[in-house]
C-alpha cells in the first residue's frame, strides 16, 4: 500500500493568514493526488484533483501544487469558513489511501 | 448532478454481516466512467478506502478488508452496497458512499452510523 503522511497533523492560525499543508507519499504517485476539506459532522468536500485543478465551485484561495511524492495545499487568506481538517488522498494504485489529515483551528 | 444516499442498520452484533445500501441519484450507476466507493471514518479518526465498484462491474478492496468485503451494484435500482462481514467493534464508524470520474470522490452521501455491539 502506498502511506500518505500530512504535516502537520495540527495547525493554528489567525484569519487573513496563508497556510500550507504538506502531503508526502511513499512513492511516486505522479499527480494522482486529491485534497478534501472536512467540517465536524459532514462529508468531505473536494478541493483539489490531480494535484493542482481545482474543483467547480471552490474559491480561488484554495491552490495545489506537486508531484511525484511531494505536494503542498495553500490557502492563500484563511476565512473563518475554512477552519476544518483537510485530508489528502492517492489516487495512483488501490488502496486508494488517505493521508492522516491536517487539523486546522483558529489562533 | 450526482447524490448519493446510505441507508441499513445502524446497530449490528460482533461477528455478523453489515450491509449498507447507497442509492444514487442524478447519474446511473451503469454509465459514464464512474467510480462508486466505499469510505469509513471511525469516531474522532481519519478516512479509510474500503473499495469501489467500477461502471463495468470490477471492483478493488482494500487489502486490510479484502477477506470481509463485497462491493456490489444493483443497475435495476440504481444501487451499490457494502457487506463488511464477520465485524468487530473496531468496524464501529461512519460510513460513507463516494462516486466521482477518475478515482477522485467529488460526490459524497450524507455519512451513516454504523455501530457493532450486542
Known amino acids: 500500500d502506498i502511506q500518505m503522511t500530512q504535516s502537520p497533523s495540527s495547525l493554528s492560525a489567525s484569519v487573513g493568514d496563508r497556510v500550507t499543508i504538506s502531503c508526502r507519499a511513499s512513492?511516486?504517485?505522479?499527480?494522482?493526488l486529491h485534497w478534501y476539506q472536512q467540517k465536524p459532522g459532514k462529508a468531505p468536500n473536494l478541493l483539489i484533483y490531480?494535484?493542482?485543478s481545482l474543483q467547480s465551485g471552490v474559491p480561488s484561495r484554495f491552490s495545489g501544487s506537486g508531484s511525484g511524492t511531494d505536494f503542498t495545499l495553500t490557502i492563500s487568506s484563511l476565512q473563518p469558513e475554512d477552519f476544518a481538517t483537510y485530508y489528502c488522498q492517492q489516487s495512483y494504485s488501490p488502496p486508494y489511501t488517505f493521508g492522516q489529515g491536517t487539523k486546522l483551528e483558529i489562533k | 448532478q450526482v447524490q448519493l444516499q446510505e441507508s441499513g442498520p445502524g446497530l449490528v452484533k460482533p461477528s455478523q454481516t453489515l450491509s449498507l445500501t447507497c442509492t444514487v441519484s442524478?447519474?446511473?450507476?451503469?454509465?459514464?466512467?464512474?467510480?462508486w466507493s466505499w469510505i469509513r471514518q471511525p469516531a474522532g479518526k481519519g478516512l479509510e478506502w474500503i473499495g469501489r465498484?467500477?461502471?463495468?462491474?470490477?471492483?478493488n478492496y482494500n487489502p486490510s478488508l479484502k477477506s470481509r468485503v463485497t462491493i456490489s451494484g444493483d443497475t435495476s435500482k440504481n444501487q451499490f452496497s457494502l457487506k463488511l462481514s464477520s465485524v468487530t467493534a473496531a468496524d464501529t464508524a461512519v460510513y460513507y458512499c463516494?462516486?466521482?470520474?477518475?478515482?477522485?470522490?467529488?460526490?459524497w452521501g450524507q455519512g451513516t452510523l454504523v455501530t457493532v455491539s450486542s
Open positions: 442524478g447519474g446511473s450507476i451503469s454509465s459514464g466512467s464512474y467510480y
Open positions: 463516494a462516486s466521482g470520474v477518475a478515482a477522485r470522490l467529488n460526490y
Open positions: 465498484i467500477y461502471t463495468s462491474g470490477s471492483t
Open positions: 490531480t494535484a493542482s
Open positions: 512513492q511516486s504517485i505522479s499527480n494522482y
